[in-house]
């Protein structure tokens, strides 16, 4: 697992020293970052669910200017921390320990609101759903923002999204990508 361009290209990242962490493998991230690129430059970030913190990192990488990491678990924040200490990433960043979509609430609160949101969930628990319907709540996620989905073959955001939202999705193997356009 690798930062594949911009500032910090080429830097090797921490990795799980076990499965319950799932990082999203190299030649997806790179096919969505080349759908997403226009979208990074001074973007605000949300990653919510963060994992390694794989996908805000090389959001910073690509000139995204703030990146907020939201996790659960102790041990992804532990490897979160780690790799943004490797790619010397600290002012730009913010690491929180809670869940999402429960954090949306209190991020609103503080008068947040984020160019892209990744979600990248463990498969098939219905997360992504949860984080669809806590951002038609809390409105952090500008309109024209991208709501990025990672998810399993089963799960299928169009049963669950509004009709009127464009959504795009991508087929990676045993995973799929879908991209949400903001209203």
């Known amino acids: 697992m690798r930062i594949i361009t911009g500032k910090a290209r080429g830097l090797k990242l921490f990795t799980p020293k076990d ?10 991230k790179e ?8 979208y990074l430059q001074d ?7 963060a994992g390694t913190g794989n996908l805000g990192l090389e959001a910073w990488s690509r000139g995204a200017k703030k990146i907020y990491f939201v996790d659960a678990s102790n041990a992804s924040l532990q490897l979160v921390r780690s790799n943004v200490t490797k ?9 929180i320990k809670g869940s999402s979509p429960e954090e ?10 984020f160019d892209i949101i990744f979600s990248d969930p463990p498969y098939d ?15 952090i996620l500008k309109p024209g923002g991208l709501l990025v989905l990672e998810h399993s073959l089963q799960e299928n955001p169009v049963d669950y999204i509004d009709k009127n939202l ?3 999705t991508e087929k990676y193997g045993d995973t799929k990508i879908s991209l949400i356009l903001w209203k």
């Open 125 to 139: 628990k219905g997360l992504n759903q949860a984080v669809y319907e806590g951002l038609l709540k809390e409105k």
């Open 87 to 95: 790619a010397k990433a600290g002012d730009e960043v913010k690491i």
């Open 166 to 168: 464009q959504i795009r």
């Open 19 to 28: 499965y319950r962490v799932r990082p999203t493998a190299d030649r997806v």
């Open 104 to 113: 949306f609430s209190r991020l609103a609160r503080q008068g947040l609101k």
């Open 31 to 38: 096919a969505l970052f080349n759908i997403i690129a226009g």
């Open 43 to 49: 973007a605000q970030i949300l990653d919510a669910f």
